[in-house]
């Protein structure tokens, strides 16, 4: 965008980081762990214990896996005859994540 538009640009979110945020990172980066790793197991555990109840928590390294593992845990799969459709913008990880668990069949 040129001139006056770009000024009055609406952002889909505008993000919110403080220097704790870039302190953290800046640690995971230096630790060589980015995926794995003492900062995931203390997240795991965190949100374990902030959900609740008998819940096991496991930090993923992307949305595909995640969505994966997802399907994996309520056992959902695909009837042999269907059609899948998907988001323009989604197809890439929503697809891998249905093809893989429906390969399984």
């Given at each position: 965008?040129?001139?006056?538009a770009?000024g ?22 230096r ?17 374990a214990e ?25 056992g ?14 989604a197809?890439c ?13």
């Open positions: 965008m040129t001139g006056s770009a009055n640009f609406l952002h889909f979110a505008r993000p919110d980081i403080t220097e704790a945020e870039v302190d953290a990172a800046a640690a995971a980066i630790s060589g762990w980015l995926t794995t790793g003492t900062n995931a197991a203390a997240f795991e555990r965190e949100f902030f959900v609740g109840g008998d819940v096991l928590s496991v930090a993923v390294s992307s949305a595909t896996a995640g969505l994966h593992l997802s399907l994996e845990a309520l959902i799969g695909l009837p042999e005859a269907c059609q899948l459709v998907f988001q323009s913008a197809i990880r929503d697809a891998r994540s249905w093809s893989s668990r429906w390969a399984t069949r």
